[in-house]
C-alpha cells in the first residue's frame, strides 16, 4: 500500500473520529442541558465530590478539554474556587479514559446500523423528539467508522519497517513517546483521538503496549494545551488551575516513566487482547495517578498560589441570581425574576462608574482592575440574561408585562454598553497612571462634575425602570442635554489650557476621551428613560 494513502487513511479515520466525538458530545450536552453546569457550580470542597463530578461530566460531554474549558468559564465567573476546581481536573482525568475503554470493543460492523438508525432519529422531522437520541447514535456511529478506517489505514504500515522501528524506540527510549504523543494531542486538541489512534494500532499489532503507553502518557500532557490557552485573559484562579493541569499530569508522567516494563507487565494481565491492554492501561495510568496526587493537593495549591502570585480581587456575586428555568413555565413569575436580575446587573454598572471615576481622579489601579473584572461579568450576565427573556413566552404575558418585557430588553443593551464605557474610562485611568502625570485642579473639577452627573442620569433612569416613573425619565432626558452642553463647554476650556500651556499635553487624549466615554453614559440613560416613556406595539 502507497505511504501517501496510508496517511492520508489515518488521518481521513481521524478526522471521522474527532466528528464523531463533536457530535456526541453536541447530543450529550443538549440532554444534559444546563444541569452540568450547576453540577459544577455546586461543588463543594470535598475532593473526591470533585473528583465524581469532573468524572462523571467529562463521560457525559465526552472531552476533558471542554470540561477544563468550562471550570475556567465557572471560575471567571466567580461561581468556582481555585480548591473546589483540583478535585474537578483530578476527575477528569478519570472520566476521559472511558471513551478508550469503549473503542476497544470489538463490535464489527454494528456501528453502520448506528449510523443509520441515527440519522433517521436526526434528520427526519417526524423523529424531533428524538433527535438528541439520534444525534448520539450518529456520534458513536461515526466515531466507530473513524476507528475503522484508522484502523484499516494502520494495518498498511506493517509493511514500512522504517515506522515500525520508530515506534519500537518509544517502547525503548519512553521519553521520546512521551513528547511525541504531546505534541500530537496539543495539534489535534484532543486526548481520546490520539487513544483512539493508539488503540487503532493496536488491533493491527502495528505497536507494543509499552510504546503504546508512552504516547498515553504524553497524550495527558498534550491535552492541557486547550485549558492552557483558555486561561489566556481569565482570572487568577483560572490561570492557576491551568498551572495545576500541567503540573499534575508533568509530574506524574515523570514519576511513570522508569516503570514503564513494570507497568506494562501488570497491564499484560488484565486481558489478551491488545487494544483492551491499551485502554485498560490508560484507566489505569489515570486512576494511579490521581490516587498518587491526591494526598498532596493542598501542597500543589499553595506551590500555584507562589508560581502564579497575585491577589484574587474581589468582585460581584458571579453566575444569575435570579434566573431559574422552572419559572419559564410560569412567563409572568420568569418576567418578574427576570426584571430583579437586570436591576442587579444595573446597580453592579452603577458600581462601574464609581470605581472609574476613583481610578482616574485618585490614581486608584486596584479600582481599574476591579473594572475591568466586572466588565467581563456584566458581558456574561448581560448574555444570560437576555437569552433568558427571549426564552418567556410573550403571548402569554398581559399587555403591561409585554410593555415591561420589551423595556427590559432595550435596557439590557444599554446597561452592558455603559459598563463597557467605565472599562474605557479605567483603561484610560492606567494610562494616565503610568504616565505619572496630574490633571490641573480646574480639569478635574469639570471631570468631577461630569461624572456626578453621568451617574444621576444613569441611575434615575434604571429608577424610573424599575418604579415606571415617568416623570423622572422625563428628567433624565433633560439631564442629558446638560451632559450633552457640559461636554462640549469642558472641551473648549481644555483646549484653551492646552493653547496656555497650562494643561499637559499628554493627558490631551485620557481627558476628551473620559469626557466623550460619560456623554454616552448619559446617552444610554437617556436610551432607558426614554424606553420607560414610550409604549410598544405587541405583535
Known amino acids: 500500500m502507497n505511504l501517501f494513502y496510508i496517511i492520508l487513511q489515518v488521518f481521513a479515520g481521524l478526522a471521522l473520529f474527532l466528528f464523531g466525538i463533536k457530535m456526541l458530545s453536541d447530543g450529550l450536552k443538549k440532554i444534559t442541558g444546563s444541569k452540568l453546569k450547576k453540577l459544577l457550580e455546586k461543588m463543594t470542597s470535598n475532593k473526591c465530590k470533585g473528583i465524581l463530578v469532573g468524572a462523571l461530566t467529562t463521560v457525559l460531554i465526552q472531552s476533558s478539554s471542554l470540561t477544563m474549558v468550562t471550570q475556567i468559564g465557572l471560575m471567571n465567573a466567580g461561581l468556582l474556587t481555585l480548591e473546589q476546581s483540583v478535585g474537578i481536573i483530578m476527575g477528569q482525568e478519570i472520566g476521559t479514559t472511558v471513551t478508550a475503554q469503549i473503542v476497544a470493543f470489538p463490535i464489527g460492523n454494528f456501528f453502520f446500523l448506528m449510523i443509520i438508525a441515527g440519522f433517521i432519529l436526526y434528520m427526519f422531522p417526524k423523529f424531533r423528539k428524538y433527535q438528541h437520541i439520534g444525534q448520539i447514535l450518529l456520534g458513536f456511529g461515526i466515531l466507530f467508522l473513524g476507528m475503522k478506517t484508522m484502523s484499516g489505514g494502520a494495518k498498511g504500515i506493517m509493511d514500512y519497517p522504517i515506522i515500525i522501528d520508530t515506534l519500537a524506540r518509544f517502547g525503548a527510549i519512553p521519553i521520546l513517546g512521551v513528547i511525541a504523543g504531546a505534541i500530537f494531542t496539543g495539534i489535534i486538541q484532543s486526548s481520546s483521538a490520539t487513544t483512539g489512534l493508539v488503540i487503532a494500532m493496536g488491533m493491527n499489532n502495528v505497536i507494543t503496549l509499552p510504546a503504546a503507553i508512552t504516547l498515553i502518557l504524553g497524550a495527558n500532557i498534550g491535552t492541557c494545551v486547550t485549558g492552557f490557552i483558555a486561561s489566556f485573559g481569565s482570572c487568577k484562579s483560572a490561570k492557576r488551575a491551568a498551572f495545576i493541569q500541567i503540573f499534575m499530569n508533568v509530574v506524574t508522567v515523570a514519576i511513570f516513566i522508569p516503570f514503564i516494563q513494570l507497568f506494562s507487565s501488570l497491564v499484560y494481565m488484565t486481558s489478551a487482547n491488545l487494544p483492551r491492554q491499551i485502554a485498560n492501561a490508560h484507566t489505569i495510568y489515570n486512576v494511579i495517578s490521581i490516587l498518587m496526587i491526591l494526598p498532596f493537593t493542598k501542597y500543589i495549591v499553595k506551590l500555584t498560589k507562589k508560581v502564579v502570585p497575585g491577589e484574587v480581587i474581589k468582585i460581584e456575586e458571579r453566575g444569575s441570581k435570579y ?59 448581560c448574555y444570560y440574561a437576555e437569552n433568558y427573556l427571549d426564552r418567556i413566552p410573550t403571548n402569554e404575558l398581559s399587555r403591561a408585562e409585554f410593555q415591561k418585557h420589551i423595556k427590559l430588553v432595550h435596557a439590557i443593551t444599554d446597561i452592558e454598553r455603559t459598563a463597557d ?57 433633560k439631564l442629558e442635554d446638560q451632559i450633552d452642553a457640559f461636554e462640549k463647554k469642558f472641551k473648549r476650556n481644555h483646549i484653551r489650557r492646552l493653547k496656555a500651556g497650562t494643561c499637559d499635553i499628554r493627558l490631551d487624549v485620557i481627558f476628551t476621551d473620559t469626557l466623550r466615554n460619560l456623554e454616552r453614559i448619559g446617552d444610554h440613560a437617556d436610551n432607558i428613560a426614554n424606553s420607560v416613556i414610550l409604549n410598544f406595539t405587541n405583535v
Open 421 to 477: 464605557l467605565s472599562n474605557n474610562i479605567a483603561g484610560s485611568a492606567m494610562d494616565k497612571i503610568n504616565k505619572d502625570k496630574e490633571f490641573t485642579k480646574i480639569a478635574e473639577e469639570e471631570m468631577d462634575i461630569m461624572f456626578k452627573k453621568a451617574r444621576l442620569a444613569y441611575k434615575d433612569s434604571i429608577q424610573a425602570l424599575k418604579t415606571e416613573d415617568k416623570e423622572l425619565a422625563t428628567k433624565v432626558i
Open 323 to 381: 434566573l431559574d428555568e422552572r419559572f419559564l413555565r410560569t412567563p409572568f413569575m420568569a418576567l418578574s425574576q427576570a426584571s430583579k436580575e437586570v436591576y442587579r446587573i444595573a446597580e453592579i454598572a452603577l458600581k462601574m462608574i464609581d470605581l472609574s471615576k476613583q481610578a482616574l481622579l485618585n490614581n486608584d489601579e486596584k479600582a481599574a482592575k476591579e473594572v475591568f473584572e466586572n466588565e467581563d461579568l456584566i458581558d456574561d450576565l
